[in-house]
């Protein structure tokens, strides 16, 4: 039943879901993005020096947090790419052959292709691992690391007990540059054990990339001064600094006061800052090198211990620190004294993706002195206001043209629909320039189309067993009906040879009445070819109403077939059967077959299923138009004979046959 479209009334139009999609979009942008700032440059305008530090310390945290969101993106990301590798099937058999000792050229080529490819096609991946479940590197993106041993970092050691595992930066042990190591642990094919380790690195100089570019993306944030006088950088759970927006920093590779000896031990087992080879052998394996200490900044002690916390328990926000001039310096013990300047900071703890307890794996940090916000107000506030018109204009041009894109295409499809309700012609080509898109409108574009093409497909498909139904149903000459069951089957079907069987249930045997090059005569006296109704294929077909399709003869376990049939010259490869019932009653089988493997189709059966109904309907009102005539030839017979008894009886009662009846009887008396 079609929808009907009724006319929206004056109220129902000013409903927000009837608006016109080019409406939403501004009404919304305008509302998400000059609104805010509207109210930021009013109630700045009544707000001294201290209220615009604080709402900079505000902006600087909502920095540190998109930056820190960022980051988790990019760590999400890359897990996911670790998971994929861990299960792909290249990477288990691989480590598994290996295991074996029986690795072939073509697996060393498929590993080599599967860890290149994830490598090449992730910018932020610099380096992809397959470890045994010793700790050797078995397969590398760097050659030269390959037969070397990293048991000692923690993200095999994890990773080999079974735990997702996501690193802080670390230094390479092997080529000396910083990155996030992530594992995972590879299965056996069953799932049963833990064979072996996959491992990324992402580079490092990515994160240093996302943090260079943090102040010079956000300009509706931040001032140019700020710009210029802002500090982004990561520290660990360690206090360390392992990233930061200037690459030349004192502060970088170093500590936000002194470590403990607990977490110093730590560092330096995992060789966080990678080693120095001894000096006696300059080119030594990871495994030799000396670790690296990180350098203490006495006098950040007191910012340590603020952000140290604050990671720990995870969330942004922003607090204010004396920053001494001399980092070197023991930590001023005077809180009120500031041997230095004043600066804000924002901060975000970054979650670590695959912690089960969501614990922070970075801490981002935003450094900016105050004295860079404090400028003039009211020029502030005039910058605003021309902003927010600017940004009005932008957000009402850039609403009409994303509408447009929107609304265009989904306009298109929506007419092409109408027309397909109506019933008219559809092509693919009607809705390219919509399924062209890569958005979600070209998907439910592309969807649409399939869905169309299908259901016409299969009204097509139903059309054509109405009329094969029809004509096989218009005959009832048993012969004539079964030429046309052949002969329709052939047009929609494509098939090498095949064979009609009526069951004979009194015999319970199968009787061949037609192929597809010969019709067996139905004359009773000539001995017809029979099947026995337990052999080939038939215990399949007579099992089920529905159809049996196998595509490869050769290689199917289950019934053979072991008869000799009219088709045995094309040497089948697959075979396609129904049976035919008729109320409860089995009329007989068709069955053809290709002489290739994989002959026939789903499509092919589902007609088959479809016709074969039709078809013992036909052989049985054929069957019974048959029965009729011949009963209808014995009864002729009968009477036939009927009428010569009642002629001799008339004459050998007649007056001469009885005379000389009488006569032959008196000469019989004299001569005895």
């Given at each position: 039943?079609?929808?009907?479209?009724?006319?929206?009334?004056?109220?129902?139009?000013?409903r927000f879901r009837n608006w016109k999609i080019f409406i939403k979009f501004m009404v919304v942008l305008l509302v998400l993005a000059v609104v805010p700032?509207?109210?930021?440059?009013?109630?700045?305008?009544?707000?001294?020096?201290?209220?615009?530090?604080?709402?900079?310390?505000?902006?600087?945290?909502?920095?540190?947090?998109?930056?820190?969101?960022?980051?988790?993106?990019?760590?999400?990301?890359?897990?996911?790419?670790?998971?994929?590798?861990?299960?792909?099937?290249?990477?288990?058999?691989?480590?598994?052959?290996?295991?074996?000792?029986?690795?072939?050229?073509?697996?060393?080529?498929?590993?080599?292709?599967?860890?290149?490819?994830?490598?090449?096609?992730?910018?932020?991946?610099?380096?992809?691992?397959?470890?045994?479940?010793?700790?050797?590197?078995?397969?590398?993106?760097?050659?030269?690391?390959?037969?070397?041993?990293?048991?000692?970092?923690?993200?095999?050691?994890?990773?080999?007990?079974?735990?997702?595992?996501?690193?802080?930066?670390?230094?390479?042990?092997?080529?000396?540059?910083?990155?996030?190591?992530?594992?995972?642990?590879?299965?056996?094919?069953?799932?049963?054990?833990?064979?072996?380790?996959?491992?990324?690195?992402?580079?490092?100089?990515?994160?240093?990339?996302?943090?260079?570019?943090?102040?010079?993306?956000?300009?509706?944030?931040?001032?140019?001064?700020?710009?210029?006088?802002g500090e982004v950088y990561l520290i660990n759970e360690y206090g360390m600094v392992m990233a930061h927006s200037d690459t030349d920093s004192d502060w970088?590779?170093?500590?936000?006061?002194?470590?403990?000896?607990?977490?110093?031990?730590?560092?330096?087992?995992?060789?966080?800052?990678?080693?120095?080879?001894?000096?006696?052998?300059?080119?030594?394996?990871?495994?030799?090198?000396?670790?690296?200490?990180?350098?203490?900044?006495?006098?950040?002690?007191?910012?340590?211990?603020?952000?140290?916390?604050?990671?720990?328990?995870g969330g942004s926000g922003h607090i204010r620190y004396c920053r001494p001039s001399d980092i070197d310096a023991p930590a001023s013990t005077d809180v009120?004294?500031?041997?230095?300047?004043?600066?804000?900071?924002?901060?975000?703890?970054?979650?670590?993706?695959?912690?089960?307890?969501?614990?922070?794996?970075?801490?981002?940090?935003?450094?900016?002195?105050?004295?860079?916000?404090?400028?003039?107000?009211?020029?502030?506030?005039?910058?605003?206001?021309?902003?927010?018109?600017?940004?009005?204009?932008?957000?009402?041009?850039?609403?009409?043209?994303?509408?447009?894109?929107?609304?265009?295409?989904?306009?298109?499809?929506?007419?092409?629909?109408?027309?397909?309700?109506?019933?008219?012609?559809?092509?693919?080509?009607?809705?390219?320039?919509?399924?062209?898109?890569?958005?979600?409108?070209?998907?439910?574009?592309?969807?649409?189309?399939?869905?169309?093409?299908?259901?016409?497909?299969?009204?097509?498909?139903?059309?054509?067993?109405?009329?094969?139904?029809?004509?096989?149903?218009?005959?009832?000459?048993?012969?004539?009906?079964?030429?046309?069951?052949?002969?329709?089957?052939?047009?929609?079907?494509?098939?090498?040879?095949?064979?009609?069987?009526?069951?004979?249930?009194?015999?319970?045997?199968?009787?061949?009445?037609?192929?597809?090059?010969?019709?067996?005569?139905?004359?009773?006296?000539?001995?017809?070819?029979?099947?026995?109704?337990?052999?080939?294929?038939?215990?399949?077909?007579?099992?089920?109403?529905?159809?049996?399709?196998?595509?490869?003869?050769?290689?199917?376990?289950?019934?053979?077939?072991?008869?000799?049939?009219?088709?045995?010259?094309?040497?089948?490869?697959?075979?396609?059967?129904?049976?035919?019932?008729?109320?409860?009653?089995?009329?007989?089988?068709?069955?053809?077959?290709?002489?290739?493997?994989?002959?026939?189709?789903?499509?092919?059966?589902?007609?088959?299923?479809?016709?074969?109904?039709?078809?013992?309907?036909?052989?049985?009102?054929?069957?019974?138009?048959?029965?009729?005539?011949?009963?209808?030839?014995?009864?002729?017979?009968?009477?036939?004979?009927?009428?010569?008894?009642?002629?001799?009886?008339?004459?050998?009662?007649?007056?001469?046959?009885?005379?000389?009846?009488?006569?032959?009887?008196?000469?019989?008396?004299?001569?005895?």
């Amino acid at each position: 039943m079609p929808v009907q479209n009724t006319p929206l009334s004056f109220w129902q139009k000013l409903r927000f879901r009837n608006w016109k999609i080019f409406i939403k979009f501004m009404v919304v942008l305008l509302v998400l993005a000059v609104v805010p700032l509207l109210i930021v440059t009013f109630s700045s305008s009544r707000e001294a020096s201290n209220a615009l530090v604080d709402r900079e310390e505000i902006n600087i945290s909502r920095l540190a947090y998109s930056t820190a969101q960022r980051i988790e993106q990019l760590l999400g990301d890359n897990h996911n790419v670790i998971s994929m590798l861990a299960n792909d099937r290249d990477v288990i058999t691989y480590i598994s052959q290996y295991r074996e000792g029986a690795v072939q050229i073509q697996n060393q080529v498929d590993i080599n292709y599967t860890i290149l490819n994830a490598r090449d096609s992730h910018d932020t991946i610099e380096l992809v691992s397959v470890f045994d479940a010793e700790g050797w590197a078995i397969a590398h993106t760097k050659e030269y690391i390959v037969g070397s041993q990293w048991d000692f970092r923690k993200y095999f050691q994890q990773a080999i007990q079974g735990n997702k595992y996501l690193s802080g930066i670390l230094i390479g042990g092997k080529d000396d540059t910083p990155g996030i190591f992530g594992s995972a642990p590879v299965y056996s094919q069953d799932h049963s054990e833990i064979i072996g380790v996959l491992s990324t690195k992402i580079r490092g100089d990515y994160v240093t990339d996302i943090l260079v570019n943090t102040l010079s993306s956000e300009e509706g944030m931040l001032s140019g001064n700020e710009f210029l006088e802002g500090e982004v950088y990561l520290i660990n759970e360690y206090g360390m600094v392992m990233a930061h927006s200037d690459t030349d920093s004192d502060w970088l590779y170093r500590s936000l006061g002194r470590v403990s000896k607990d977490d110093l031990k730590d560092i330096v087992d995992v060789m966080m800052l990678g080693g120095d080879c001894p000096a006696d052998n300059p080119t030594c394996e990871p495994l030799e090198k000396i670790a690296r200490e990180p350098q203490p900044m006495p006098a950040l002690q007191p910012l340590a211990d603020t952000l140290l916390p604050l990671m720990a328990a995870g969330g942004s926000g922003h607090i204010r620190y004396c920053r001494p001039s001399d980092i070197d310096a023991p930590a001023s013990t005077d809180v009120s004294d500031c041997p230095g300047q004043r600066h804000s900071i924002g901060y975000a703890a970054v979650t670590n993706p695959v912690s089960d307890t969501e614990e922070s794996i970075f801490m981002v940090v935003v450094d900016i002195p105050e004295e860079v916000f404090l400028g003039d107000i009211n020029a502030f506030v005039q910058r605003a206001k021309f902003s927010a018109v600017i940004l009005a204009v932008i957000v009402i041009v850039v609403s009409l043209v994303v509408a447009r894109t929107l609304a265009k295409p989904i306009g298109h499809l929506s007419q092409v629909a109408q027309n397909v309700e109506n019933d008219e012609p559809f092509e693919p080509d009607d809705i390219a320039e919509v399924t062209v898109l890569g958005d979600e409108v070209g998907r439910l574009a592309r969807v649409f189309s399939s869905m169309v093409l299908a259901l016409r497909a299969r009204m097509a498909e139903l059309r054509t067993i109405y009329e094969i139904g029809s004509k096989i149903s218009d005959n009832v000459d048993l012969p004539d009906t079964l030429s046309d069951i052949i002969a329709s089957l052939g047009d929609v079907i494509d098939f090498d040879a095949a064979e009609i069987c009526l069951y004979d249930l009194q015999n319970n045997a199968l009787e061949l009445y037609l192929t597809n090059t010969e019709i067996v005569s139905d004359d009773e006296t000539i001995e017809k070819t029979t099947y026995d109704s337990e052999k080939d294929y038939f215990p399949l077909l007579f099992g089920g109403r529905q159809g049996v399709m196998i595509n490869d003869i050769a290689g199917y376990t289950g019934h053979k077939l072991s008869t000799d049939r009219s088709w045995d010259a094309f040497e089948p490869k697959s075979y396609l059967g129904v049976s035919l019932g008729n109320q409860d009653r089995v009329v007989g089988t068709i069955e053809m077959i290709s002489s290739r493997m994989n002959g026939f189709s789903e499509d092919n059966k589902r007609i088959l299923e479809s016709i074969s109904i039709q078809a013992a309907v036909a052989i049985s009102k054929a069957q019974e138009v048959k029965d009729r005539e011949r009963r209808l030839v014995n009864m002729d017979i009968v009477l036939d004979e009927s009428r010569t008894n009642e002629e001799v009886e008339k004459v050998t009662s007649s007056e001469f046959f009885e005379n000389l009846k009488a006569n032959l009887n008196k000469r019989r008396t004299q001569n005895k």
